[in-house]
């Protein structure tokens, strides 16, 4: 069983910058491969980023490329998204989830969510 925790979401005007972080227990952390999602309101929940468990490889969705960087540390157990030259676009609940020996775009392949932290950007 893995719990994920995230926090640093909130409020930033556009072209700003937040750091989310997500905080996992458990003594495997390195063999689960970690996302980041999120839903706006009245959307579905989309993939954003995703990073493998220990060679640190990463994958973008077209529309955080350049902007968003994922990374981890296994010594701390906490996965870590820099968001930077934030849009009102951007405005979203935003979940870490967690995938044991896995790392997809597809929501339906983790098996472990935190309960979110909000961002919004302002225009």
């Not at 960087?69 to 405005?91: F, G, W």
Request: aromatic residues 12%; glycine residues 12%; contains cysteine.
């Amino acid at each position: 069983q893995v719990q994920l925790v995230e926090s640093g979401g909130g409020l930033v005007q556009a072209g700003g910058s937040l750091r989310l972080s997500c905080a996992a227990s458990g003594r495997t952390f390195s063999s689960y491969g970690m996302g980041w999602f999120r839903q706006a309101p009245g959307k579905e929940r989309e993939f954003v980023t995703a990073i493998t468990g220990s060679s640190g490889r990463t994958y973008y969705a077209d529309s955080v490329k350049g902007r968003f960087t994922i990374s981890r540390d296994n010594a701390k157990n906490t996965v870590y998204l820099q968001m930077n030259s934030l849009k009102p676009e951007d405005t979203a609940v935003y979940y870490c989830a967690a995938c044991r020996y896995c790392t997809s775009n597809s929501r339906d392949e983790y098996h472990y969510w935190g309960q979110g932290t909000q961002v919004t950007v302002s225009s």
